[in-house]
């Protein structure tokens, strides 16, 4: 595209984009309700979660984001796509958290360790 030519562009896409009511939202300064929508990754209730429940989980976790480790369920969420399956398989131990911020500054701050029922984390 010759400079002539991206002088005209990118006013015709701005009148585009008006026409077809393309708008931007003042996310982060305000939530986006569009992101009740969105799908997120499950939290865990260590209470309902036992060893079969737990193991179970983890052969139908699509995106190996779930692991046993001893007596704990260890919970990627950098591998978690949201696809509901642990949600949809077990309610009473997993629900969709709701949240998809998931910004961290290191890559094990993902990893959730998560207690099965009566059972103490080592
Ligand atoms: S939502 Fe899907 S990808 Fe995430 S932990 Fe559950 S089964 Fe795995």
Same mark, same amino acid.
């Given at each position: 595209? +010759?400079?002539?030519? !991206?002088?005209?562009?990118?006013?015709?896409?701005?009148?585009? *984009?008006?026409?077809? &009511?393309?708008? +931007? $939202?003042?996310?982060?300064?305000?939530?986006?309700?569009?992101?009740?929508?969105?799908? +997120?990754?499950?939290?865990? =209730?260590?209470?309902?979660?036992?060893?079969?429940?737990?193991?179970?989980?983890?052969?139908?976790?699509?995106?190996?984001?779930?692991?046993?480790? *001893?007596? +704990?369920?260890?919970?990627?969420? &950098?591998?978690? $796509?949201?696809? *509901?399956?642990?949600?949809?398989?077990?309610?009473?131990?997993?629900?969709?958290? *709701?949240?998809? !911020?998931?910004?961290?500054? $290191?890559?094990?701050?993902?990893?959730?360790?998560?207690?099965?029922?009566?059972?103490?984390? =080592?």
């Amino acid at each position: 595209m +010759t400079v002539q030519k !991206e002088r005209f562009a990118l006013p015709l896409w701005f009148v585009r *984009g008006l026409r077809r &009511g393309v708008v +931007t $939202t003042r996310y982060p300064a305000r939530p986006d309700p569009s992101a009740r929508a969105l799908p +997120t990754p499950p939290v865990f =209730r260590p209470h309902a979660l036992t060893r079969d429940i737990a193991n179970s989980l983890v052969v139908i976790c699509p995106s190996r984001a779930l692991a046993r480790d *001893g007596d +704990t369920l260890v919970f990627d969420v &950098g591998a978690c $796509t949201g696809c *509901g399956r642990c949600t949809q398989h077990a309610p009473d131990a997993a629900r969709s958290s *709701g949240v998809f !911020e998931l910004a961290a500054t $290191t890559r094990t701050a993902l990893v959730k360790r998560i207690p099965l029922a009566g059972e103490v984390s =080592r």
